[in-house]
């Protein structure tokens, strides 16, 4: 195993945390051969580089709070980009409270109902703008109908 390698994969997971299957890719971009790959992946597992459960628990924090994605969108990226089983992904989603979740999407639609009033008098129009923006942000369908009732739009 090259140590320039190795050290190079551990500053690459020191900088932000990583899935295994991203780790993996990356170090079959690095040309190394599977025994290679499982025996890095078995050092950082074990210096803590590589830890799946911080990985999840960060990146639902992350997307959550600061690019505003709904749960939906959340699970999709992990299970279709990182290749993370859906029961761990479960298992941080409940962290985030269904009060903390509501609130977030009704700053959300607020903020986009402000924009799009500018520009759109129809009220149908309006709500199905808002709707259609909040399923790409992730959320589901029951959620942004109850948040657009309390809001009354």
Do not use: P
């Not at 962290?95 to 700053?107: A, F, G, P, R, V």
């Not at 799009?116 to 992730?138: C, H, T, V, W, Y």
């Amino acid at each position: 195993m090259d140590d320039k390698i190795l050290y190079s994969i551990m500053r690459w997971c020191a900088y932000q945390d990583r899935s295994e299957f991203e780790t993996r890719q990356k170090l079959k971009s690095l040309e190394l051969n599977d025994d290679e790959i499982n025996e890095i992946i078995e050092l950082l597992k074990n210096e803590n580089y590589l830890n799946e459960e911080r990985f999840v628990k960060n990146f639902i924090y992350g997307k959550f709070n600061n690019k505003k994605w709904g749960l939906e969108k959340i699970k999709h990226h992990l299970i279709q980009k990182h290749r993370i089983a859906e029961s761990l992904i479960n298992q941080y989603a409940q962290m985030i409270s269904k009060e903390e979740y509501l609130q977030k999407l009704k700053d959300l639609v607020i903020k986009k109902k402000q924009q799009l009033e500018k520009k759109e008098s129809d009220r149908i129009i309006l709500k199905k703008k808002i709707i259609n923006f909040a399923l790409s942000k992730g959320y589901d369908y029951s959620s942004i109908i109850e948040v657009i009732n309390q809001l009354k739009i």
